[in-house]
């Protein structure tokens, strides 16, 4: 073998070893979260699906009952009522990306102090929902400042329980998710418009687009992959709302605000049915697959990489 050969063997040995030892460091980065992901998200997840076909509970003997819970499942009102609950929640999805999105674009300029006002935007994402469901309750009660002001523009002639109404409860929960969630999307939003070349908007404003028209024709077309992506994943957060719903309404008053978590969450946790909470559990992640998979298509008929 040649000293050439030779050394081309070495450099390839070499850089093998940097290799390996690179994706052992990164590997032994994710270690931690991996372990965590695995213990507390995948494994519940492997375990709920045979569960689901049991009786298992904390108080009673586990047996299999096949398809029993699923039949039980589609013949239980609450669930049907917090299923329904979970779709109407869907409505918020195009109001938060549309928002989002001009957001996106009124904070996406050199402007001096700009950075402030992309703060004060996302600060109700990292907000505890505990202090924002302490403020909103306030803000919605019969005596707060959202009925004073209603009142004092005459467009109300006596306070309303926004969160105690059964009409208006689940709408006002909605609101709050709303309000809390345009933060996250405008930065993911944000991201995308800073990923778009320049030229292409200068070039059409060259050619007499105005603004507007740049923004339709040119800056949102641009968006369409980041547009899929933030739907899926706030259609998911719909579906799965929890937080909000529990902090402020607990699914009250009645079930005008009990969504598919809630419910499933007062099946297992408050009334110990494992088996029956995993079966509703399944049947909502199917659910949430099959919507996600409807997105997939319509969205690759269209097209989610125009550049």
Same mark, same amino acid.
């Given at each position: 073998?040649?000293?050439?050969?030779?050394?081309?063997?070495?450099?390839?040995?070499?850089?093998?070893?940097?290799?390996? =030892?690179?994706?052992?460091l &990164?590997? +032994?980065?994710?270690?931690?979260?991996?372990?965590l992901?695995?213990?507390?998200?995948?494994? #519940?997840?492997?375990?709920?699906?045979?569960?689901?076909?049991?009786?298992?509970?904390?108080?009673?003997?586990?047996?299999?009952?096949?398809?029993?819970?699923?039949?039980?499942?589609? *013949?239980?009102?609450?669930?049907?009522? +917090?299923?329904?609950?979970s779709?109407?929640?869907?409505?918020?999805? #195009?109001?938060?990306?549309?928002?989002?999105?001009?957001?996106?674009?009124?904070?996406?300029?050199?402007?001096?102090?700009?950075?402030?006002?992309?703060?004060?935007? /996302?600060?109700?994402?990292?907000? =505890?929902?505990?202090?924002?469901?302490?403020?909103?309750?306030?803000?919605?009660?019969?005596?707060g400042?959202?009925?004073?002001?209603?009142?004092?523009?005459?467009?109300?002639?006596?306070? $309303?329980?926004?969160?105690?109404? *059964?009409?208006t409860?689940?709408?006002?929960?909605?609101?709050? %998710?709303?309000?809390?969630?345009?933060?996250?999307?405008?930065?993911?939003?944000?991201?995308?418009?800073?990923?778009i070349?320049?030229?292409l908007?200068?070039?059409?404003m060259?050619?007499?687009?105005?603004?507007f028209?740049?923004?339709?024709?040119? %800056?949102?077309?641009?968006?369409? #992959?980041?547009?899929?992506f933030? =739907?899926?994943?706030?259609?998911?957060?719909?579906?799965?709302?929890?937080?909000?719903?529990?902090?402020?309404?607990?699914?009250?008053?009645? %079930?005008?605000?009990?969504? +598919?978590? $809630? /419910?499933?969450?007062?099946?297992?946790?408050?009334?110990?049915?494992?088996?029956?909470?995993?079966? $509703? &559990?399944?049947?909502?992640?199917?659910?949430?697959?099959?919507?996600?998979?409807?997105?997939?298509?319509?969205?690759?008929?269209?097209?989610v990489? #125009?550049?």
């Open positions: 073998m040649s000293a050439q050969a030779v050394k081309k063997e070495s450099l390839k040995s070499k850089f093998g070893k940097g290799r390996r =030892s690179e994706a052992m &990164g590997w +032994s980065f994710m270690a931690p979260g991996l372990i992901l695995a213990l507390f998200v995948f494994w #519940p997840i492997v375990y709920s699906v045979p569960l689901a076909f049991t009786n298992y509970s904390v108080i009673d003997k586990t047996r299999f009952v096949g398809f029993d819970n699923f039949v039980r499942a589609f *013949q239980d009102d609450k669930f049907l009522i +917090s299923l329904w609950n779709f109407v929640y869907i409505i918020v999805v #195009p109001f938060i990306q549309i928002i989002s999105i001009f957001m996106a674009i009124l904070v996406n300029s050199k402007v001096k102090g700009i950075n402030a006002f992309r703060t004060a935007y /996302y600060i109700p994402v990292v907000t =505890s929902m505990v202090a924002v469901a302490i403020i909103w309750s306030w803000l919605l009660s019969s005596n400042v959202i009925n004073y002001l209603f009142m004092s523009l005459g467009l109300m002639d006596e306070p $309303l329980g926004w969160l105690t109404n *059964q009409k409860a689940l709408a006002s929960v909605m609101f709050v %998710t709303l309000w809390k969630g345009i933060g996250y999307y405008m930065m993911l939003y944000l991201a995308g418009l800073q990923s070349p320049k030229d908007q200068e070039a059409a060259i050619d007499g687009a105005t603004k028209q740049t923004i339709r024709k040119v %800056t949102i077309p641009m968006l369409k #992959p980041y547009v899929f933030c =739907s899926l994943i706030s259609l998911m957060g719909a579906i799965r709302v929890f937080d909000e719903v529990f902090v402020l309404t607990s699914g009250g008053p009645g %079930t005008a605000t009990l969504t +598919s978590s $809630l /419910y499933i969450y007062e099946q297992g946790f408050k009334k110990f049915d494992f088996g029956y909470s995993s079966a $509703l &559990g399944l049947i909502v992640s199917i659910i949430i697959a099959l919507l996600s998979i409807l997105m997939f298509r319509v969205n690759k008929k269209g097209g990489n #125009p550049y």
